[in-house]
Structures are given as C-alpha cells and as structure tokens.
C-alpha cells in the first residue's frame, strides 16, 4: 500500500484484478464445494416449518430474482436478502475457522442474485465467489475475535464488503465506483450478538442483510452516492466502530498484498452439525465416546473444556443454556447439544426439532458443567476437552483439536456431496439435486448462470 492511498482503493484494485487472473484448482474446487453446500443448506433452510421467513414473501416486494425453494421472486438485492437468511438459519453453513467467517451465507446469494441480474456465466461466477470470500476472510483476519469482544458477528458487520466485492465482478464496476460502494457498506454494516438473549431469529438475517447492503451498496455507488474512501481507517471509521482492536486497520494494511496471492477458500470448514461451530469439536469427542461403548445411563458428570473466546456464545449465561427457550436457541447451547449426542449418537436437522423440551436430553444436559480453557488455540483452531466420570467411577479425558472439516481434517468430496444431497433432495426432489450439482460441478462451463438458478426455485 503506498503511504496515503486509502485502503479500500487498495482493496479495490486488487479484487477487479481477479476479473482476469488464473485461479489455482485448489481454489476452483472449494468454490464449487462451498457453493454447492450452500445451496443445499439454504434449500433445507427454506423449508424449514420455523423458517425465519414464513411461507408468504409477498411483504418483501416483488422482482426477477429467484428465492431458494419459494415460488415468489423478489428484486435481486432482496433475494440476496432472503438466500442469505435461509443459508444461514440452521447453523449448518461452512465457516473460515481463523477468521470466524461464515463467508458462503454472504457470497453465495450476493453472486446468484447479481449474476442472475447480469446473465453472468458460470466462470464469472466462480470468481466473483472467490474474490467476495478471500475478502470477507481478510477482514476477519484484521482482528479475529475481535468483532465478537465487541458484540458484533463478524459475518454481520463484514459481510457488506465481501458482497460488494462479488457484486462488483459480476458488473461493469470500476474501480472508482467500487471505492465508492465499499465505503456505503461502511454505513451498512450491523448486527449484534443480543439475539442469544431471547432467542430472537434475527440472527439468521444477519448474513443476508450482509447480502442485501453488498449489492445495493454496489448499484447505490453506481447510481451516484458517494461513500467515505478511509472507511476502514477513518478514526470514525469500520475498524474503530465495531471492533475494540487499535491495531486492526494496521493489520488489514498488512494482509491486503496477500488478495489473490494467498488462498483462504480452500481452508474453510464444512460443518457436519446443524449448530454453532464452537460445539462442533465436542460433539465429535462424543461420537468417539460412544463409539468406544460409553451409553449415557453410565455418565456421571461431564465437564467441558471451552476455550474463552467460545464461552460466551455457548456456554454465557449457563442455566439459561441448560434450558434453552426454543429449538432454535438450542443451536447455541453446548449443554443440550452435547447431550443429544452422548444420549443417542447425532444431532441432524431433523433431531433439533423438539430438542429444547426433550425431559431425557435435558436430564443429562444438566450432569454437564463447563471450565474455560485459556490456552486452547481459538481463534486460529476450534479444539474440545471433555472430561467424562461413570457412575461406576471409570473417567475419560478426551481432546479434539481441531474441527473436522477444517483446513487441518478436510472433509472429502463425497461428503459434501452426500450432504448436499441430504438437504436439497426432500426440498426440489432427486432429478432437480442431480441437475444442481452437475451443474455447479462443471461450472466454469456454464454458458449462463440463470441455466443454475432456474432450478433453485420452488419445484413447479
């Protein structure tokens, strides 16, 4: 960066240039395998009976852009709005583990909204996801775990950035129009970590409001609004605003050179739960327990090893984590989660139905305590002790240390695949889920976006 140039000039310049440039295979592969999860995970999140949006959209307005597995079609920056809620409302969309991203919920329905718009091909697509992701990780980067100390998701308050990036490949954007955007997203970003107070689905809206401002910050800049160029590094400016981090600007300065150069895409994590990421490692040590013969009739006590930045989402205030007031609350309940395991070996999407009033999971979520774990490596790793005594006496101590399917136990194709399948198939039926993931497996081929997003609508 030279000295003066303002860093969303920087930023700017260095994703139009990724319009052009050859991308390794490694990062082709993770775009296809993190659009097609999802696709699939927004699909099962639209049908959802307490979906975050209810069956009528008609309030949302009306458009040509299409709406995972609703009829209605809504304006492009409103369907991004949508795709981005249903995405992100299970719990069950991918995460960039350094950053604490949740990069596809934002992404992915800013690119299929605006390369629908534009009839975009499927080679466009796949960079404008990349450049979008790579972005919305470096902003992660700049302070991880930063926005969180401050009580701010991070997909949330970062997310209008990296859509606005995706946007801008997808158009006839400039690079003075981008700057502009960018610092339009400054005023856009929001959304805070109050809903684990009530349960409040908000949350889920968190990435497509992400979404939604991305796009419209885009068309906004090139409809003639003007956004501050210093929105990163102005004393008033996103650094300052949404993180208590002093050396944050400083620090995106230093990652910015790495845009293109250096892959994030590759190291994000699928999730195999329908939950927060944090509980995600100890649910896997339960597995292993009971693998090993461990039945939930002979534990005693559990206690779980969280690391600190963890704590607050899964394990703060814990009497109201031990009797969460919804299913949906219960997506951040370390305790009830864990008990779901332990008791009967899985916790899919259909088993949080009902989760929160279940006398025999809430029975063993309450011989669960929690202790903080300093030195556990979070951020940059989402790792899990559990200490488990039998009623017999017998102890265990088991550590995960790290989440499968992070950059360190990636989960293979076949899995991702398998999931997909999971959760597009009850949604737009076998034939349709084929055709999608033909489709985006080979989508540098793709002539026309609208080819892919015509069958991601409700089955007519």
């Known amino acids: 960066m030279s000295a003066g140039r303002p860093l969303a000039a920087e930023l700017a310049e260095r994703a139009l240039a990724l319009r052009d440039a050859p991308l390794p295979e490694p990062v082709v592969r993770a775009v296809r395998e993190h659009l097609l999860d999802a696709i699939g995970v927004g699909l099962a999140g639209s049908a959802m009976a307490s979906s975050p949006l209810g069956p009528e959209l008609g309030a949302l307005g009306t458009g040509d852009g299409t709406v995972l ?102 158009t006839a954007t400039d690079h003075a129009t981008l700057v502009r955007a960018l610092g339009i997203c400054g005023s856009q970003a929001s959304g805070t970590f109050a809903f684990l107070s009530d349960a409040s689905t908000v949350k889920a809206m968190h990435a497509g409001w992400a979404a939604h401002a991305g796009v419209l910050a885009v068309d906004l800049a090139r409809a003639g609004v003007t956004g501050p160029a210093a929105v990163f590094e102005d004393r008033f400016g996103f650094f300052a605003s949404y993180t208590r981090d002093a050396g944050a600007a400083g620090r995106f300065a230093g990652l910015l050179p790495r845009l293109g150069e250096r892959w994030a895409l590759p190291e994000a994590a699928f999730k195999r739960y329908p939950c927060c990421h944090y509980v995600h490692p100890f649910l896997e040590a339960a597995e292993e327990l009971r693998a090993a013969g461990l039945t939930a009739d002979r534990i005693a006590s559990v206690v779980c090893h969280v690391p600190a930045g963890a704590a607050p989402i899964v394990c703060e205030p814990w009497d109201q984590k031990l009797a969460p007031m919804s299913d949906h609350e219960a997506r951040w309940s370390l305790p009830v989660c864990l008990a779901q395991v332990l008791l009967r070996g899985r916790l899919s999407p259909a088993d949080v139905t009902g989760i929160a009033t279940d006398a025999d999971v809430l029975a063993l979520a309450a011989r669960i305590r929690w202790e903080p774990w300093p030195d556990a490596g979070f951020p940059e790793r989402f790792a899990a002790r559990i200490e488990v005594e039998e009623t017999g006496g017998a102890r265990h101590d088991l550590t995960i240390d790290d989440v499968r399917g992070s950059a360190s136990r990636p989960l293979p194709t076949a899995d991702v695949h398998a999931k997909f399948r999971a959760n597009a198939e009850p949604v737009v039926g076998r034939e349709r889920a084929e055709r999608i993931l033909t489709l985006v497996e080979d989508l540098p081929a793709l002539a026309d976006s609208r080819d892919l997003t015509a069958l991601l609508g409700a089955p007519r």
């Open 69 to 170: 597995g609703r009829a209605g079609r809504l304006a492009p920056a409103v369907a991004a709005l949508a795709n981005g809620t249903f995405v992100h409302s299970m719990e069950f969309d991918d995460t960039h583990v350094p950053s604490v991203v949740h990069g596809s919920a934002v992404i992915v329905p800013a690119a299929l909204a605006v390369a629908e718009r534009e009839g975009a091909d499927g080679d466009a697509l796949l960079r404008a996801i990349a450049a979008g992701w790579e972005t919305l990780v470096l902003l992660g980067l700049a302070s991880p775990g930063g926005f969180q100390e401050a009580g701010f998701q991070t997909v949330a308050v970062a997310g209008p950035f990296g859509a606005a990036v995706t946007a801008a490949l997808l």
